[in-house]
């Protein structure tokens, strides 16, 4: 019998950043996995019961890294260096779904990737909750291994 995989056992990796630690892959949400093809309308001289309608190119949502916060963390300087510097540095990102023994199921890449939004939760004095820093990332495209 099939049983659809979890969505709590993950990976990610980024390829071509070597000064990661242990701690700057393990994020607590990974979302934005998913492509649209829009439709473009176009209406034919003289025929008036249809318009064809075009496919336009593929639409990618951003992606969206969740974690809680790192006090030092090689991803977080990657990001200061896009929005200081104005220094960009595109990597692949691979997003990988594990089964219950930690071997892979499915991966994506996510090719030219760099960062584009990063936000802190707020903090609280009334709630007993983790900082959480959320990471926006925009791609050219991606694929599904």
Do not use: C
Request: charged letters at 25%; proline letters at 5%.
């Amino acid at each position: 019998m099939y049983y659809p995989p979890v969505s709590f056992f993950f990976n990610v990796e980024f390829i071509g950043l070597d000064e990661l630690t242990d701690n700057d892959i393990r994020f607590q949400e990974v979302s934005g996995i998913n492509a649209e093809i829009s439709t473009e309308e176009l209406k034919e001289g003289g025929e008036n019961r249809f318009v064809h309608k075009l496919p336009r190119p593929a639409k990618y949502n951003n992606l969206v890294l969740k974690r809680g916060m790192l006090t030092d963390s090689g991803l977080i300087d990657w990001f200061k260096n896009a929005v200081e510097n104005f220094e960009f540095k595109p990597i692949t990102i691979k997003v990988t779904l594990l089964d219950k023994e930690g071997a892979p199921l499915s991966s994506w890449n996510f090719v030219n990737a760099y960062p584009v939004k990063w936000n802190v939760s707020s903090f609280d004095a009334k709630k007993n909750e983790i900082v959480v820093d959320t990471i926006e990332i925009v791609y050219k495209y991606f694929s599904r291994l």
